[in-house]
């Protein structure tokens, strides 16, 4: 149970690191170990160091060193791929190991308690540094996303990753895919996913990188630890933002500094993590083959790096013989969104709803729930702030597309319809878009997509939210585990959706297994409780209240949440249960 008192809005930690650069590996390759004929095999996997030295900066503006080792755990003969799913919040989150018999697929279930929850295998990598005394000054285990930082570790490996770029870090993850493919690394670096930095003072340090023997048993990996000589120097922000103007004027190129160290947080809210903030010598995650960046940078100053051509569809491309489609339950990367460019001009003829997939809207509770002022600094004014996620179980995508008349201020909104092809099939009208000014939005907002209400302890409404319109973005993996699910949605953040204020026209898709996040620190993401008494109440998140978006199911788009309001005027408290498993506010 989570009981937090009057703040400010704030801006939950739900998101973690941008792109670390891919690292070339040239030694350490594993050659792929023959399947057994009839024993389900894995594959073979080796932690490895990319480098037998590194240079880490210790910011004066910032608690610590992030300990960024280069260190990577490598996978040959079959990729490593973990499944990560709990049926219900009532239940413990469970992770099953595809493994090979015989050539075919199987899900291996691995022991209970193995997970807690999505961000990764915890414990996995162990890390003891060592001064040049040989004294021990750090000892630490931390997390492994398998989905983080990656790149091929030889030339014949797969042109792309199949598996996500992230391990989800929203306390409402239903399931998660997460892979290192054949032939590639995924940095172990824990990231936003470890603890904290560490203090170290400027000095010269050994590190020894292991990975945890429970896991070593688990997946066969060797006890060959990993010895990196670390250097830790110290600098400012200022005094690196001058070095890059010089570098910068000298070259006649473009420094990336700090920032591509750390990400910012997923969501609708055009700011990055407390801590994290961008400094002078910021800049956008570096183009790459798709790989990274390790985890999506989401709403953040940070743009991410463009997806690559999914990996099924560029072997088929180079005429290797391969089968591309989906499966019950997972997708092999070939399907891709319709282009997010909307057509060229708005449909006509009659409107029709074919008997097609169509998508499955549905909530998540609500979390990140404070009491704010709502950043006016009014006395005796309390608002009851919360973050909301409504999400696609699929199988079909959610593609919208606004056209708007010359001179009017709204565009007319059509849904449409896509056959097992992908060809369009079909179209209805569905409400409008308009464009909301407000610092935090400033992009076409798709209309009744969703409704925020406060409901009493009888589940009677007792205030609505004035929020009802959206910009459609896949900022959270919610579910990659379902039918159609697309492991690269490409639009991620607002960059890549929701247009501009002289747009003629706009598509916003929301994809298979994603869901769009809108924190608790933008305008509307309240309810005005000054008036409304202390007791036990419900923050109901509502997906396509007024029914006029075709899904496959329209009963189970509400999600409750409990809270109990206490305090005085001006002074109210929250108190936030756990719902069912999930003690998350």
């Known amino acids: 149970m989570t009981r937090t008192r009057t703040t400010r809005l704030r801006r939950p930690l739900l998101a973690g690191t941008t792109a670390l650069a891919v690292t ?72 099953t190991q595809t493994v090979y018999e015989g050539g075919k697929a199987k899900a291996k279930t691995l022991p209970k308690g193995t997970v807690k929850d999505f961000s990764g295998l915890p414990g996995f990598v162990e890390i003891t540094l060592t001064d040049k005394a040989g004294k021990k000054v750090l000892s630490r285990s931390e997390a492994f996303c398998p989905n983080n930082a990656s790149g091929r570790v030889r030339p014949d490996a797969p042109s792309t990753s199949k598996y996500p770029e992230s391990c989800p870090t929203n306390a409402f993850t239903l399931g998660s895919v997460w892979g290192v493919e054949k032939g590639w690394a995924a ?3 824990a990231g936003a996913y470890s603890d904290a930095p560490v203090k170290l003072p400027v000095g010269a340090y050994t590190a020894k990188v292991g990975v945890a023997k429970k896991y070593r048993d688990l997946f066969g990996i060797a006890d060959k630890p990993a010895t990196v000589k670390v250097t830790v120097v110290e600098k400012s922000y200022e005094e690196e933002a001058q070095g890059a103007a010089a570098r910068s004027a000298k070259t006649g190129g473009h420094a990336a500094g700090h920032g591509a160290a750390h990400g910012a947080s997923t969501g609708h809210e055009g700011h990055q993590m407390p801590g994290h903030e961008p400094t002078p010598v910021q800049a956008g995650a570096p183009e790459t083959s798709g790989a990274g960046p390790s985890y999506n940078v989401g709403h953040g100053p940070l743009k991410a790096a463009p997806p690559a051509l999914p990996w099924a569809a560029k072997k088929q491309a180079a005429g290797r013989s391969l089968r591309v489609g989906d499966t019950g339950g997972r997708t092999d990367g070939s399907r891709q969104a319709p ?3 909307p057509l060229a001009k708005r449909p006509t003829g009659r409107a029709a709803v074919p008997n097609v997939p169509k998508p499955d809207l549905r909530s998540l509770p609500a979390y990140g729930i404070t009491i704010s002022d709502g950043g006016k600094d009014v006395p005796n004014k309390d608002y009851l702030a919360f973050s909301a996620n409504v999400w696609n179980a699929g199988p079909a995508q959610l593609v919208v597309d606004g056209f708007r008349t010359p001179g009017k201020a709204k565009m007319d909104a059509f849904q449409y319809f896509y056959d097992a092809k992908g060809k369009q099939v079909g179209y209805t009208p569905t409400g409008t878009m308009e464009w909301d000014p407000r610092p935090g939005h400033v992009h076409w907002h798709f209309t009744d997509f969703a409704s925020y209400r406060l409901l009493k302890a009888d589940q009677k409404e007792a205030v609505r939210s004035g929020k009802e319109a959206f910009c459609l973005a896949n900022t959270d993996a919610v579910d990659y585990t379902v039918k159609g699910a697309n492991w690269h949605p490409y639009n991620t953040d607002l960059s890549t959706a929701c247009g501009q204020e002289n747009s003629i026209s706009v598509r916003e898709v929301l994809d298979v297994g994603s869901g769009d996040t809108y924190t608790q620190d933008l305008p509307g993401q309240s309810f005005d409780i000054t008036n ?13 209240p007024e029914k006029r978006l075709k899904e496959t199911n329209l009963n189970n788009n509400s999600a409750l949440r409990k809270v109990v309001l206490g305090g005085k005027p001006g002074k109210r408290t929250v108190t936030v249960p756990a719902h069912d498993l999930v003690n998350a506010n």
């Open 532 to 544: 409304v008494p202390n007791g036990t109440y419900y923050i109901q998140v509502l997906a396509n």
């Open 187 to 189: 940095n172990t670096y």
């Open 339 to 341: 282009a997010l460019k």
């Open 24 to 95: 070339a590996v040239t030694a350490g390759v594993v050659a792929a170990a023959p399947e057994a004929a009839k024993a389900p095999t894995g594959p073979k996997l080796s932690l490895i160091a990319a480098t037998n030295a590194v240079t880490l900066t210790s910011w004066k503006e910032e608690p610590g060193v992030w300990l960024d080792l280069g260190t990577y755990l490598t996978a040959e003969g079959t990729p490593l791929e973990l499944k990560v799913t709990r049926k219900s919040y009532k239940d413990p989150v469970t992770i």
